[in-house]
C-alpha cells in the first residue's frame, strides 16, 4: 500500500548512527534534526518517515506513518537558511504569549516558531476552525493530521479551482470567510498569510486552513493590518482569478469583526 520507499526506519537507527550517513539523505536532516525524529519516533508518535510532499525554503512537509498506521503530515523548519529569521521575529515579539521570548541563536527562533505553529494550530483546531488536527512537536519539528486521501493531499485552491464550477467557488469564498470569522473571534487569532496558496480543497467541497505559524495574536500591534491584508488577499484572488463578483466589502467584514 505504499508509493514511497521509507527513508527513515525506527530498526534503521542502530545502523544509522553515523552522522554524516543522515547528511547525505538531504540537507534537512542534519545531525539535531535526526535526533529530533528519533526522539519523536521513541515517544511513538512516529513510525516511519516516507516521502517529501512539500520542499519550501523554510520548511519541508513529509509524508509520515503514525503507529496505528494513519499518515500524518511531519513538517521540518530548516535551521540552516538564514533568511527568514529577522522576518519571522515580528510575528514572535509583540504576541503577548511570547512576552519571556529572548532569542539567543537563530536555532532559537526556528523552535519559537514551529511551537507557535503548533499553538496556533491547537488554538484554532480546538475551536473549530477547519485546520490539521496537531498531533506533537519537538524543535524544529511540528507533526499533525494528514489533509488528503490515499496518502495523496488535498490540492490548494490555487491548484483547484479552475477544474471547480462557479456554484462551488461561490461556497468556497463563503466557508473561508467563515473560517476567518471563527480564528478572530473564537481562536481570537488572524492568520496573517491567508491565501490560495494555504487553503486546500477537501471534496464535498470543502477547505482546510494551513500554515498558520505566522498567526498572531488580536493583541498583537499588527494583527489589524494582517487581517486587512488576509481579507485583500482572498478578495483579489476571488475577483481575479475566480472572477466572483458578489465579494464581501473590507470594511464590512472588519465591522463584523469588531462586533464579535
Ligand atoms: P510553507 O508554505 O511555509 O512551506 P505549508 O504549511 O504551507 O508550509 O506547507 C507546505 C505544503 O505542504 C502545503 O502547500 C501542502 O501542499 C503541504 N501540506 C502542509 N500541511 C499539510 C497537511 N497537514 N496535510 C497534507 N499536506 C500538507
Ligand atoms: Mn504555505
Known amino acids: 500500500d505504499e508509493d514511497f520507499e521509507p527513508i527513515i526506519r525506527r530498526g534503521d537507527l542502530k545502523r544509522y548512527k553515523d552522522k554524516d550517513?543522515?547528511?547525505?539523505?538531504?540537507?534537512?536532516?542534519?545531525?539535531?534534526?535526526?535526533?529530533?525524529?528519533?526522539?519523536?519516533?521513541?515517544?511513538?508518535?512516529?513510525?516511519?518517515?516516507?516521502?517529501?510532499?512539500?520542499?519550501?525554503?523554510?520548511?519541508?512537509?513529509?509524508?509520515?506513518?503514525?503507529?496505528?498506521?494513519?499518515?500524518?503530515a511531519v513538517k521540518i523548519y530548516l535551521t540552516s537558511t538564514a533568511v527568514f529569521k529577522k522576518g519571522m521575529l515580528k510575528y514572535i515579539i509583540g504576541d503577548?504569549?511570547?512576552?519571556?521570548?529572548?532569542?539567543?541563536?537563530?536555532r532559537d527562533i526556528i523552535y519559537a516558531w514551529t511551537r507557535k505553529e503548533f499553538r496556533n494550530l491547537k488554538r484554532m483546531f480546538n475551536v473549530g476552525v477547519k485546520v490539521p488536527k496537531p498531533?506533537?512537536?519537538?524543535?524544529?519539528?511540528?507533526?499533525?493530521?494528514?489533509?488528503?486521501?490515499?496518502n495523496k493531499r488535498y490540492p490548494l485552491l490555487i491548484e483547484a479551482y479552475s477544474h471547480l464550477s462557479i456554484n462551488e467557488l461561490r461556497k468556497i469564498y463563503e466557508y473561508i470567510l467563515e473560517e476567518l470569522f471563527k480564528t478572530v473571534c473564537k481562536a481570537n487569532l488572524?492568520?496573517?498569510?491567508?491565501?490560495?496558496?494555504?487553503?486546500?480543497?477537501?471534496?464535498?467541497?470543502?477547505?482546510?486552513?494551513?500554515?498558520?505559524?505566522?498567526?498572531?495574536h488580536i493583541d498583537h500591534p499588527n494583527s489589524l493590518e494582517f487581517l486587512i491584508?488576509?481579507?485583500?488577499?482572498?478578495?483579489?484572488?476571488?475577483?481575479e482569478k475566480v472572477g466572483l463578483d458578489e465579494l464581501e466589502n473590507v470594511d464590512?467584514?472588519?465591522?463584523?469583526?469588531?462586533?464579535?
Not at 97 to 104: N, Q, T, V
Not at 135 to 150: H, Q, T, Y
Not at 192 to 205: A, F, T, V
Not at 252 to 260: A, G, R, S, T, Y
Open 190 to 216: 488572524v492568520h496573517g498569510d491567508l491565501s490560495e496558496y494555504n487553503i486546500m480543497i477537501k471534496p464535498g467541497p470543502d477547505i482546510v486552513i494551513i500554515d498558520v505559524s505566522q498567526a498572531v
Open 135 to 150: 498531533i506533537a512537536f519537538k524543535n524544529n519539528i511540528l507533526v499533525m493530521e494528514f489533509m488528503g486521501e490515499n
Open 252 to 260: 464590512e467584514i472588519l465591522e463584523v469583526v469588531k462586533k464579535c
Open 229 to 239: 491584508r488576509d481579507i485583500n488577499n482572498i478578495n483579489r484572488f476571488f475577483r
Open 21 to 72: 550517513l543522515f547528511e547525505t539523505v538531504e540537507e534537512v536532516f542534519d545531525t539535531k534534526t535526526v535526533m529530533t525524529i528519533l526522539y519523536l519516533m521513541r515517544k511513538r508518535i512516529i513510525r516511519r518517515m516516507n516521502g517529501v510532499i512539500s520542499a519550501g525554503k523554510e520548511a519541508r512537509v513529509y509524508l509520515g506513518f503514525g503507529w496505528k498506521n494513519e499518515p500524518l
Open 96 to 106: 503577548p504569549r511570547f512576552e519571556d521570548f529572548k532569542p539567543g541563536d537563530t
